[in-house]
């Protein structure tokens, strides 16, 4: 897909400003549309809130979509921005949870099908 143009690489995460590498993040208190809906935030492994880093880079991916026409992302499982089916728990103890991170919240929000890298090998 690649090969044909078919596939816009996006990071939402350095979309929102964070450096690669990054400490790794989790959803507190919720899931990506907890997030979304101010009811959760989004927590790195060193106690710092960068929830607003992730709601920047979901909007970005969100506009970079909507600019190119995409229908369809296939995003990477049990990230706190891209996970489509599950998420880390926010212990920050390599336990995944049902969920779904907070860019996969909103482009499904505005009609986008998300599905995970998992289902297309």
Do not use: W
């Not at 964070?18 to 927590?43: M, N, Y």
């Not at 060193?46 to 600019?67: P, S």
């Not at 049990?78 to 907070?102: H, L, N």
Request: with cysteine.
């Amino acid at each position: 897909m690649m090969k044909n143009g078919e596939v816009i690489p996006v990071c939402p995460e350095q979309l929102g400003g964070l450096p690669t590498p990054r400490h790794p993040a989790e959803i507190v208190g919720g899931s990506g549309e907890d997030v979304l809906d101010g009811k959760a935030r989004v927590v790195d492994s060193n106690g710092k809130d960068v929830t607003k880093a992730f709601l920047q880079g979901a909007y970005e991916t969100l506009k970079i979509a909507q600019l190119t026409g995409a229908k369809r992302a296939i995003l990477k499982e049990a990230s706190p921005s891209c996970g489509s089916c599950q998420i880390y728990d926010g212990t920050f103890q390599g336990k995944k949870k049902p969920g779904r991170g907070v860019t996969v919240a909103l482009l499904r929000r505005h009609g986008i099908e998300v599905t995970s890298e998992k289902k297309h090998g």
